[in-house]
């Protein structure tokens, strides 16, 4: 009997690649803009991208199953382009992995007592064999992820939300200076988003570009609904000044965690924020893992096979967790490095590419459109556009930065 693969088993998986990136980096990178402006920023990111990534499945129809975003690119738009975004794919794949080995380690060390980079090295050999195995080894995975995700975070945030300070949430005082802090926000919120190295994948999974489109919307939005609860518990139990500390710390995980534990001052919930930070960060490792091995192995020509699947294992996982190794890094600063470098591949390619597609094949012809039209496309583009210039700007430090206050 044919089976088709749950929309909920791909929706968890969109998911777990969403929630490490955004969960842990997205209350450092909205401290300035705080609860208003942070969802109003995070909501406006979905929207685009969620179209961005219908884009890509719309301009996969008419290709066989399998053929990555390398391939697509390649039939698509040509050399040039396959070269900028293999080049901005590896790179964003490979900083979040690193961020996430990073930070793996570093909440080893301090939950556990464990070596930092002993306990890296065990962690990715151990999950990096899901991805070694099969997508519906990840896939299960990612369920269990989820669920464990769920349940920590709902054990840490429960006492959390019951004690949220309305004054301290609200922040009613300074909203109207919180505005301009949302535009260094956006690359960080494009990365909490950034699932379209795994749109072939669930192509590919659901051998069905409408059921997959389902499986990306669901996944967001299990993602911004996640996003929401925590913003709130974290900005309704500790105040605006408490992520001074936190920021000049680099933003990193264990640097909020350690904050929030001093402030909160309760065992128990101190112990299940740990929990669910380390299922966040595992269960987007997984996820990032996936969508980077399937596009390295179509970008090398890997055979699926144990040894091709080795081979794209070495190339997938050991770069990053020899820079995660040698060269530790905040982790907020380089969700920024990476969302910055992500509209490239989240924004301009899909872009472009439906562009291109729509011209050489008519859209009556396709099961399966973006929604808006050329509108959408143009949106995406400048979203892009703007959200890039804002990194760039905050580098140059021309936009407000909440720590230097």
Known sequence: MNTHPSI???????????????????????????????????????????????????????????????????HSLGTTWTIINSISVYFVGAILLYAYISSLGGLAESILGFNSKISAIVLVLFFSAFVWHSTKAVERI?????????????LGTTDLLSNVNINTLLNLDEKAHNAPYALAMFPVALTAFGYHHSVSTMRDHYQDESRAKYALFWGVLIAL????????????????????????????????????????NTQHIENALHTFSVAAILSSFVGVGLGMFDFLADLFGFKDSRTGRANTWLVTF????????????????????????????????????????????????????????????????????????????NMLNVLPQYSSL
């Open 8 to 74: 909920l088993g791909g929706a968890c998986l969109i998911a777990n690649v969403c929630v490490g990136a955004g969960m842990l980096g997205l209350p450092s990178a909205g401290a300035g803009a705080w609860i208003f402006w942070s969802l109003f920023a995070l909501i406006l990111t979905m929207s685009v991208l969620l179209l961005s990534g219908w884009m890509l499945l719309e301009a996969y129809q008419g290709l066989p199953f399998k053929v990555s975003f390398n391939t697509l690119t390649q």
């Open 142 to 154: 990612s369920l269990i992820f989820i669920v464990f995700l769920i349940s920590s975070f709902l």
């Open 225 to 264: 609904g996640l996003y929401t609860i925590w913003l709130i518990s974290v900005y309704g139990n500790l105040s605006r000044p408490h992520f001074m500390v936190i920021n000049e710390a680099g933003g990193n995980v264990d640097a909020l965690l350690g904050v929030m534990g001093t402030v909160l």
């Open 318 to 393: 050991i770069p990053p967790l020899l820079m995660s190794l040698a060269l530790p890094f905040g982790f907020v600063v380089a969700i920024g490095y990476a969302g910055a470098i992500a509209t490239i591949w989240a924004c301009f390619i899909p872009a472009l590419l439906v562009l291109k597609k729509r011209q050489q094949r008519p859209e009556k012809e396709d099961k399966f459109k973006t929604p808006g039209g050329q509108f959408s496309v143009y949106l995406v583009i400048v979203f892009g556009a703007l959200t890039a210039l804002f990194h760039i700007l």
